[in-house]
């Protein structure tokens, strides 16, 4: 009983300082959801909300700004189904996704790497590798226009060096001008992610670089078999943002140079959802392909941070 | 704390009142007197004279694309001017965009109700559903109410007219369509201006023979477009044009043969190298450098070519293949440059935009343009003074051709916007592109936009 008396201070003791820590935790939980709230607020006004919408116009049938919106679903999904042009425009985004990323990130990673070993000089070619990325895109299409024209740089230095037989309207022909449009991508991305390449890669301490010389690695083992395995998950962000920029952004390029011509050469998925808005004035069928996607971007995410992950761990 | 009190009072009386004067000065209107008094006419220390009440300014925004570069942009500009001292209670305030930019534009502004008070803008595409979407106001009870009733060419009026007779805008520009002949180039290859395709092939090669390039083309753009469909409407009477173009028939053997004669026309050498990659700024550019036989442009560049090509220009239409439906080569020519397009904002100044219409179409003020730019007028009564006409306009009054309805008049609107991007024509232009490929991405097309 006696000992039973103790124990009911102790629990009392024990009780207040649950209920003291529960308070702390509550008051905490309310500080950081008052603090999260602006923020929070925000992402429902214009991420949220923005994208319920896009789902509520592609279920809708409206052909213009000045015109009503009429529910149709799921008839723009149909059509979509049905469209000859989605199957035309999914291949060129995986051509382009696939020589976008490949033949950029690798040289890339190379760039920045050798940009890491701070060599004589470096500072100056970082600064030359990034200043692509500082032409706006109507600046840049109007380089590649002049590169590209009939009688334009590239086709003039083909003539002079003796092959003739290699000029094109590099943008006006089916077999060139998707490879052309990508080129542009590969010259103006190389240079900015290997900035970030660099960035990232001076976090790596030097002794492990050292340690690698001295038992005989070259730069070339050290840059794949000990730079490239630490840099894993950050190569897998930077892949994301690539494959992100090719998905929806490089539509930017087609309307300024090919507007998905000549034919359905370079018709890509971004540009294609691009005419059916502004174009053609189909705006509910224009969000169906936006929720495609958003669709296949969502999915392509989790698979590319899921085998960085695995490859990182 | 009672010291406090002066300064904040002060401050929160200047805030006030600069508020009030902010809130009473509007941007769109100001207070004007109509007419001032002669300043020795009251003494300084009297109250003002109510002689005349304060007018306000109405102002009127007007999109257009007649920029300084635009032949047409100066008459325009000595309207606007004219007018404001006609009506000095009227602001124009005029705002010049890309042509192709305009709908949209429009289209935006609408949706918040900040549209100009009219647009000046061409029948083509969207547009065309303007009336319908209440963007822009039919101008039927207008054109009664405000004289103009009569005055307008029937064919101008026709096309601006909806099937359930509402008239969409005011028609203003016209324009012919034609093929320019460099008479210099046929002389030095030695061959006459072609009137048939089997003629017309023949020159390219003596054209080609002599250095020179036959027509040139914007492939690359919607302009190049026009001189596709025009090489099948040469093959084509109008009624089974639109079976193809506006229809997308592509299947019917009439227009499987249209495209057929492109593709050998084509194959035959009659444009020229690389035409697939060329804008409409381009094909300019190098047919005014002399070299070129033949080109295709509208009455809107007529004042472009420098002097000394001038002269050596020959309009015509395009040469006729055998079984042509047609009597003479063929041209475009329509009223769909441009039309004055009144908005629902328009709508709420209708006193002002009545005055600005009148002015405007008061013949005298619309032959500034055809004197000047070498318009082709929408009113039947244009008093002109043939000495200050552009002679490529003389020219085009009387060229042997025969009108082919212009392909604006029946595409679907939809088709005609991606058509409008050029990637078609591009394709077609391609030397290798087949008929077929042409012909199945036409149906691609047309089926995708049904």
Redesign the interface.
Known sequence: MAAANQAIPAAKEVNSNAMYHRRIVQRRQITFFLLAFPALLWFLAFMLWPLLNMLYISTTLWD????PQISNFPDNFIRLYH???IPIALRNTGIHLLFGILGVLPFAFMLGFFLSLHKPGYRILRTIFFSPSLISVAALAMIFLGLY??AGMLNSFLNTVGLSSLTR??????STALGALIAIDIWSGIGFYSVLFFAALTNIPEELYEAAMLDGAGYWTIMWKIAFPLMLDFFGVVVILQFLYILSGAAQIVILL???????STLTLGYYLY?QA?????MGYSQAIAVVLFIIGILVILLIRRISFRLSY | MNKKIIPISIALLVIASLVMTACGSPQATAPVAATSAPATSAPATSAPVATSAPVEKVTLTIWHNWGPDDAKGAPLQSIFKDFMAANPDIVIKDEVYVDADIPLKVETASAANQEPDLVFVQRVGSPQTWTEAGIALPVNDLIKEWGLDGQFKEAALKEYTLADGKIQAFPLEGYTWPIWYNTSVFEKAGVPIPTTTDELIAAAKAIRAAGDQPIIASGSDGMGLYLFTLVLQSLLPDEEAKKCLGDGQWTLPSCVSAVELFVQLRDAGVFADNVEGLDFATANENYFAGNVGMSHFGAWSFADPPKDLQSKIQLGGFPLPAGSPHRAPVIYSSFSAKGVWVTPNGGAKMDAVKKFIQFLYKPENLARFVEQAGMTPPLKDVPIDASKLNPLFVQSLTMPVEVAMTPDDFYPPKVQAELGTGKLSQLAFTPGTTAEQILADLTALYEANK
């Open positions: 213009g700004l000045a015109l469209d000859p042009n024209r009939p309207i590099w943008l006006g022909n089916q090919t507007n998905g011509g000549p034919g359905t005419s502004f174009l053609v004035q189909r």
